[in-house]
């Protein structure tokens, strides 16, 4: 069964420092998607991706964050100046239309710790 | 802004009985009204789909039900297993209707 496959799993790295994470959404998917989880809170949406443009995005993804389509398989969120409070879990997910007419598959996540 | 409210932080019961989840929302009427299920340390894994205009959808030992005038969804699992125990996220697209956005979720317990 097709997968989103995200990498690392988990990442620690120091206050103010920049950090890339990695996804790989399913191959005939065209929407990407990338969400947060904080410890014990919900799931929380960032930013939605189509056509190589940035289509929606939340409060959260501020100046802070950046999102690339670098190659035709990668799905890049970028965090600078990292802060403790940026420490979470970050999802990927992929879908084939927009929004919610169909299912979207997330990955396993990366656990991001800020020290 | 929309609002998705699962009123429910925690549902605790016995193997075998039906536990009933439920999902409110504010404002306007989504299209569509999805539900996950998240286990711990893990990314939400899709369940059930239903549109505005389907009252009520089945896969197995799930139903979920879409009342559009109490803007209200309900999510039923039926002879409930201890592996059915996991956090339950009720899910609708936001304003832009582009990307899901989800409720703080039901975790579910089931005891043998």
């Known amino acids: 069964e097709p997968e989103v496959t995200q990498t690392p799993s988990h990442q620690v790295t120091q206050m103010g420092q920049e950090v890339i994470l990695r996804c790989v959404p399913i191959s005939n998917h065209l929407y990407f998607y990338w969400y947060r989880q904080i410890l014990g809170q919900k799931v929380e949406f960032l930013v939605s991706f189509y056509n190589n443009e940035i289509s929606e995005k939340s409060e959260i993804f501020d100046d802070q964050f950046s999102v690339e389509r670098p190659d035709g398989s990668n799905f890049t969120l970028k965090i600078r100046s990292t802060k403790l409070e940026d420490s979470a879990m970050y999802f990927c997910a992929s879908s084939e239309r927009w929004g919610g007419s169909t299912e979207a598959f997330f990955g396993q996540g990366t656990r991001l710790t800020v020290v | 802004s929309q609002k998705i409210e699962q009123n429910s932080e925690a549902l605790n019961i016995q193997e075998g009985k039906t536990a009933t989840l439920t999902c409110n929302y504010t404002?306007?009427?989504?299209?569509?009204l999805q539900w996950y299920r998240q286990d711990p340390g893990r990314g939400p894994v899709f369940l059930l789909l239903i549109r505005e205009n389907e009252k009520e959808k089945r896969k197995e030992r799930l139903k979920v039900t879409f009342d559009t005038t109490l803007k209200q969804s309900l999510f039923h699992i039926t002879a409930s297993q201890p592996a059915d125990s996991a956090t339950y996220l009720c899910a609708q697209t936001g304003e832009a209707g582009t990307a899901l956005i989800f409720g703080k979720g039901t975790t579910l317990s089931v005891s043998s």
């Open positions: 404002n306007y009427s989504p299209a569509y």
